[in-house]
């Protein structure tokens, strides 16, 4: 398995008038969801349709769940729950849900995904970044 990246100049968080070099991944195309259940079923018994539709239905269940404050938990692809972004308050009696500005849905990678992101298994491959592929198109 190989993963492209590119170097991007960014401030140093620790420093804001540092700027270091830092690897960005580059994504190497995209997969969507009927080419999964085509592979999904060309590797079980279920046909590509049965597998959308249980795809289908896992996102609606995971959204209820998650609707209820329940963790959710899909063994070794890993576990969904709620975040709450907030601005903070002075004091606990003084803080309120108007002060939530947003809820985000955190992922958290199970064993059969981080397995495979382990260094050791990985090459890694330095492309041009997006920045420059642009800068050396010509104009139409």
Same mark, same amino acid.
């Given at each position: 398995? &190989?993963?492209?990246?590119? $170097? &991007? %100049?960014?401030?140093?968080?620790?420093?804001?008038?540092?700027?270091?070099?830092?690897?960005? !991944?580059? !994504?190497?195309?995209?997969?969507?969801?009927?080419?999964?259940?085509?592979?999904? +079923?060309? &590797?079980?018994?279920?046909?590509? /349709?049965?597998? =959308?539709?249980?795809?289908?239905?896992?996102?609606? #269940?995971?959204? @209820?769940? $998650? +609707?209820? /404050?329940?963790?959710?938990? =899909?063994?070794?692809?890993?576990?969904?729950?709620?975040?709450? #972004?907030?601005? /903070? !308050?002075?004091?606990?009696?003084?803080?309120?849900?108007?002060?939530? %500005?947003?809820?985000? =849905?955190?992922? %958290?990678?199970?064993?059969? @995904?981080?397995?495979?992101?382990?260094? &050791?298994? =990985?090459?890694?491959?330095?492309?041009?970044?997006?920045?420059?592929?642009?800068?050396?198109?010509?104009?139409?």
């Amino acid at each position: 398995m &190989a993963i492209n990246y590119s $170097i &991007a %100049r960014m401030k140093n968080p620790a420093e804001p008038d540092v700027y270091k070099y830092y690897p960005k !991944a580059q !994504a190497n195309g995209s997969v969507d969801i009927n080419e999964l259940s085509e592979e999904i +079923a060309y &590797a079980t018994t279920l046909t590509d /349709g049965d597998v =959308l539709n249980v795809i289908r239905a896992l996102v609606k #269940r995971i959204n @209820l769940h $998650i +609707a209820n /404050g329940q963790i959710v938990k =899909l063994e070794n692809l890993g576990s969904f729950q709620a975040q709450i #972004r907030s601005d /903070g !308050a002075d004091t606990e009696d003084t803080y309120s849900t108007s002060m939530i %500005r947003k809820v985000t =849905l955190q992922f %958290r990678p199970g064993i059969g @995904l981080k397995g495979q992101l382990n260094k &050791a298994n =990985l090459t890694f491959h330095k492309v041009k970044s997006l920045k420059q592929k642009e800068e050396e198109e010509p104009l139409p």
